[in-house]
C-alpha cells in the first residue's frame, strides 16, 4: 500500500503561481512512478505530468509543460508540481497518483491522494 497526501492547493490570481505537494509513504518502492492529474467540474481527469523516483525522467501533457513543472524529493518521498502563469482554467482539484509500468505511455496508476483544490480568480 502507498499513502499519498496532497497539499498546496488554495485560491490564487490569474498570473501567479502556486506550488503543490505530494507526500508518499508505505510501499513506494513498488510504485516507481508519480503522476499528477487534475479534474475540473463537469470534465474528465486530464493527465499534467508523471516522474520517476529513480531517475528524475518526467513527461508532460503537451498543452501544460512550460507553464508546469514536476520534481522530486527522494529524501523526502514527495513529489511537488510547481504551477506558473495560473489562468482561471487551471481552477479544477488536483490529484497526485502513484504507479507503475513499462513506459509514461503504459503507467497505470494503484494509489491517489485526496486531492487538493486550487482555484484560480480572474
Known amino acids: 500500500q502507498v499513502q499519498l497526501v496532497e497539499s498546496g492547493g488554495g485560491l490564487v490570481q490569474a498570473g501567479g503561481s502556486l506550488r503543490l505537494s505530494c507526500a508518499a509513504s508505505?510501499?513506494?518502492?513498488?510504485?516507481?512512478?508519480m503522476g499528477w492529474f487534475r479534474q475540473a467540474p463537469g470534465k474528465e481527469r486530464e493527465f499534467i505530468a508523471a516522474?520517476?523516483?529513480?531517475?528524475?525522467?518526467?513527461n508532460y501533457a503537451d498543452s501544460l509543460k512550460g507553464r508546469f513543472t514536476i520534481s522530486k524529493d527522494n529524501a523526502k518521498n514527495t513529489v511537488y508540481l510547481q504551477m506558473n502563469s495560473l489562468k482561471p482554467e487551471d481552477t479544477a482539484v488536483y490529484y497526485c497518483?502513484?504507479?507503475?509500468?513499462?513506459?509514461?505511455?503504459?503507467?497505470?496508476?494503484?494509489?491517489w491522494g485526496q486531492g487538493t483544490q486550487v482555484t484560480v480568480s480572474s
Open positions: 497518483a502513484a504507479g507503475s509500468g513499462s513506459s509514461f505511455l503504459r503507467i497505470k496508476y494503484d494509489y
Open positions: 508505505g510501499r513506494t518502492f513498488s510504485s516507481p512512478v
Open positions: 516522474a520517476t523516483w529513480m531517475n528524475g525522467n518526467t
